[in-house]
């Protein structure tokens, strides 16, 4: 069956499809699959899909779109499982904005129900040169691959309460002010559910080079993939040499996409050059400080997310934990000092200066609580 797609989400991305593409209706029910499918129903809210640029294309019905079977499991989204089995004319659903098709068996009201995708076959590439036949198409086939070397990097780690909870407006403050420092950054998101937009906002904020789990071949992370492909990502990124890497965990510290495998993995840990926590609100951030020190040995650098919004926010968080609080929208130069000068007392500097930045390059002692430039 050969049709010409409307729409190619970016969970596809490994594999460089045209929009004209052969399919096959016997499936394979397994992560990563891609499949085609028609889209069933019409949606006025979470109606967009991603594509492979990282452009948001709106949804409509009888929109003919490309995407990956896996799972998803978001507080604020869908929960969907990989079907048994999938086969021509079963209706799944697209389960995020990335593409990802499963079967949808729970989700957020805010969200409304998913998109139906009637399943129309399988992807065919045709990967050997002049050779016509087909091969059922999975993201693995583009994917980077674990190279046996054990990664050799610094890594700044952004993490949080849950998702929504600020880590990417973390992570791109804190790129832009270590670039703006003269560090060549590299970025990384480790969990989650393959969607590019947090990536790219790394870019645009100035990191050199990117990578997700998508990049490696993941649709959506879990306890068995998270730290295998948190260290296929750093080796990949080891190799450019950069001076630092800001590495967002997507969802929460204690959600179901495998954050908890990286924290609790000593070869990951050893790499920290600094945490940062975010969170959505007080008794979020307590219970996460606590939590990462008892369990894993953690210590949070600073704190930031909407708990630090507003001054209420601020000093609770400071007395509470003793840890400085910051907000990455309103005082994104603070906080991005602020790691700056965790790095400096750790030793870390850029490869163009013979040392890290210290103070004489103005970064000021905003470790104690009440600093005074945080009037929000």
Known sequence: MRITADKIASVTRNLKLDRTLTLTPEVRAEHGAVVAGRIVNDKSAYNTLEDVHGRMTVVHSDDLIVGALGHRNALHGYEGVLPKKVEAGQLLHVLNL????????????????????????QVLVYPEFQSRAGRPANIRLGAIQANGTQPDCKVVYVAGTCMNAGKTAAACAIVRRLVQAGYRVGGAKLTGVALMRDTLSMRDYGAEVTLDFTDAGIVCTGPDTAAQVAKTIFAELSAQRFDVIVAETGDGVMGEYGVQAILGDADLRALGAAFVFCANDPVGVAGGVDYLQIDYGIGVDVVTGPCTDNNVGVRFVEHATGKPAINARTHAKALGDHVLKVLAQRGIGNGAASSVIPAQ????????????????
């Open 98 to 121: 990335g593409g990802v098709i499963g079967e949808c068996v729970s989700h957020n009201p805010e969200v409304g129900p998913p998109f139906q995708f009637e399943v129309l076959g």
């Open 361 to 376: 390059a103005g970064i000021q002692d905003i470790s104690k609580p009440g600093y005074p430039s945080l009037q929000i």
